[in-house]
């Protein structure tokens, strides 16, 4: 038994002669505000406006970037550019060493390992809540935030190049 295999499977449909449905909305959208501008504008500033407009949505409609629609490639840098970038960069500071734990018993649970457990609990909430540990020295609470967290700007360059300012954020 044979089956028929699709082969073309990323081509648009044609629909509207040689045109597929969003090929012909983006000049039809294009010609329609063309034909606006031509009653309520001045001829030269029509002339101008219509070749903009006519441009960009031929450009919208035909061009593909990488394979990718004009639209989508033009979405994305718009996404790019308008959310906002955060770098974090993670300490060179050594790591700390760790504390081995007392064997456990071979039926379950030491009392050893149940204080070291909660003792790890009690300092990672202390971290993620920002609190100071009983060995800190207690400081008014402008001072913790301020040793917590430090805000630089600092230029770095990607892998393309480009150099761009962004904000390095020092947890600590």
């Not at 060179?92 to 457990?117: H, I, W, Y």
């Not at 020295?137 to 917590?148: A, G, I, N, T």
Request: net charge positive.
């Amino acid at each position: 038994m044979q089956f028929q295999v699709p082969q073309f499977i990323d081509t648009e449909d044609k629909v509207v002669g040689p045109f597929s449905i969003r090929q012909f909305l983006f000049i039809g959208i294009g010609a329609i505000i063309s034909a606006i501008f031509y009653f309520f504008v001045a001829t030269w500033l029509f002339v101008v406006a219509a070749l903009v407009l006519m441009g960009a949505s031929v450009a919208l409609a035909f061009v593909k970037i990488n394979g990718r629609p004009l639209i989508k490639v033009a979405t994305a840098a718009f996404n790019f550019y308008w959310k906002p970038q955060t770098y974090i960069w993670k300490s060179e500071a050594p790591v700390a060493t760790q504390a081995k734990a007392a064997p456990s018993r071979p039926g379950g649970f030491s009392l050893e390992g149940m204080v070291a457990g909660m003792a790890l609990h009690k300092s990672w909430e202390n971290l993620q809540t920002g609190t100071p540990s009983p060995a800190e020295p207690k400081l008014p609470e402008r001072q913790v935030v301020e040793k917590k967290m430090t805000q630089r700007y600092q230029v770095i360059q990607k892998l393309g190049g480009d150099r761009q300012a962004a904000k390095r954020v020092d947890y600590r």
